[in-house]
């Protein structure tokens, strides 16, 4: 069984940073593209980035240059690392996980496993 499971959200100032985790069980994150997706209240999901299996990165152009995706493959845990927080960032995270080894661009949806999301809070 699959299990993605998020961790590291939280409330943060403006200009601030946070680095969310996400560990993944029954599934290694090596093979696969991953992907993080948020959503904000009252507006559609929307895609962050996501990494292949060779590493290569793809982001949305809204947290391009503040937004850093990677993954560790032996703790089988990937992450983002966000830093030069908005207010507009504020929203439910969620990892995700393709059975693809390439991901798509990135706001396509793909991905056969979700975790259960996140909160971020980014206050001004």
């Known amino acids: 069984q699959v299990q993605l499971v998020e961790s590291g959200g939280g409330s943060v100032q403006a200009g601030g940073s946070l680095r969310l985790s996400c560990a993944a069980s029954?599934?290694?994150?090596?093979?696969?593209?991953l992907a993080w997706f948020r959503q904000a209240p009252g507006k559609e999901r929307e895609g962050v980035g996501n990494i292949d299996r060779d590493g290569y990165t793809r982001y949305a152009d809204s947290v391009k240059g503040r937004f850093t995706i990677s993954k560790d493959n032996v703790k089988n845990t990937l992450y983002l690392q966000m830093n030069n927080l908005k207010p507009e960032d504020s929203a439910m995270y969620y990892c995700?996980?393709?059975?693809?080894?390439?991901?798509?661009?990135?706001?396509?949806?793909?991905?056969?496993?979700w975790g259960q999301g996140i909160q971020v809070i980014v206050s001004s």
């Open positions: 029954g599934y290694t994150i090596s093979t696969y593209c």
């Open positions: 995700a996980a393709s059975l693809a080894n390439y991901c798509l661009p990135v706001n396509t949806n793909t991905f056969a496993y």
